[in-house]
């Protein structure tokens, strides 16, 4: 065979390993286990929580947020304006940063007055790696079986969102 030949082969069968491969990556872990993580919480008060100590039978939105995220900010504020449009979920706010830090984002945005806003640290990042997570903020909405529905990555629309939610 000619050199050129050799390598145009060479090419072709990198080529296909690069192609098996990518269709062979697996899925994130929130799809291959489409519930509710079951990872340990720290609440801005220091205790610890799983997805056990959430209310049943209602729709989750799990909202993973930076505290230095200017787009969560934004979409903090939007939820905080139209809190009616969620009256019937309860929002799990996870923040991968230490929980003192959490703690100045829970006072600036007043989460004590909401009700059905549960916010917590998970310090270990092992939430980034279950949601594959490459931009905040991550959005998941969950049924009322705990069941994964729909999630965004990066900035939603909250009309998009509460499209989601019954």
């Not at 390993?17 to 509710?36: G, R, S």
């Not at 979920?89 to 703690?103: A, D, L, N, S, Y």
């Not at 594959?132 to 998009?160: C, M, N, Q, R």
């Amino acid at each position: 065979m000619t050199r050129h030949l050799m390598a145009l082969c060479l090419c072709l069968l990198i080529f296909g390993f690069a192609a098996q491969a990518q269709t062979t990556e697996k899925p994130p872990a929130y799809k291959q286990y489409p519930v509710i993580p079951a990872f340990p919480l720290t609440l801005v008060n220091g205790q610890t929580i799983t997805k056990n100590d959430l209310k049943k039978n209602v729709q989750t939105l799990v909202f993973i947020f930076s505290v230095e995220c200017d787009h969560c900010k934004h979409m903090t504020e939007e939820v905080e304006k139209n809190i009616d449009k969620f009256k019937n979920t309860q929002i799990v706010m996870i923040t991968p940063f230490q929980p003192e830090r959490m703690k100045e984002y829970y006072d600036t945005y007043h989460i004590k007055d909401y009700p059905n806003i549960t916010m917590a640290s998970e310090a270990t990042r092992q939430i980034m790696y279950f949601y594959d997570l490459h931009y905040f903020p991550g959005l998941y909405i969950y049924d009322k079986k705990g069941k994964f529905v729909k999630g965004w990555e990066g900035t939603a629309k909250l009309d998009s969102l509460t499209a989601y939610l019954k």
